[in-house]
């Protein structure tokens, strides 16, 4: 079993930024890609940003240009670099570890799921 402990996040005003970070409690997950997904209150859980074990990065088009996903295989951790945020952007964010090394934007193809982090945007 792997566990994300997930951290960052906040309340912020619309323009700022912010950092989230997940780790692995083992270093499984520098095999599989990671993720991150959002669901504001009373929406689908949607994806926001994925990277494969080496490196190659896809974004939902809502946060394009201004989200960064990044990982460092070396202690099994990802982050989200968050610029520029809107209120839009409001919601639980969770981080995740891939079935597979190149698992994409369907939730189903995550194995392993942080707690969740509340991104709060005002305008």
């Known amino acids: 079993q792997v566990q994300l402990v997930q951290s960052g996040g906040g309340s912020v005003r619309a323009g700022d930024s912010l950092r989230l970070s997940c780790t692995a409690s083992?270093?499984?997950?520098?095999?599989?890609?990671m993720g991150w997904f959002r669901q504001a209150p009373g929406k689908e859980r949607e994806f926001v940003a994925r990277?494969?074990?080496?490196?190659?990065?896809s974004y939902a088009d809502s946060v394009k240009g201004r989200f960064t996903i990044s990982r460092d295989n070396a202690n099994g951790s990802c982050y989200l670099q968050m610029d520029n945020l809107v209120p839009e952007d409001t919601a639980v964010y969770y981080c995740?570890?891939?079935?597979?090394?190149?698992?994409?934007?369907?939730?189903?193809?995550?194995?392993?799921w942080g707690q969740g982090t509340q991104v709060t945007v005002s305008s």
């Open positions: 995740a570890v891939g079935l597979g090394a190149y698992s994409g934007s369907d939730s189903s193809s995550y194995r392993y």
């Open positions: 990277i494969s074990w080496n490196g190659v990065t």
């Open positions: 083992r270093r499984t997950s520098s095999n599989n890609a």
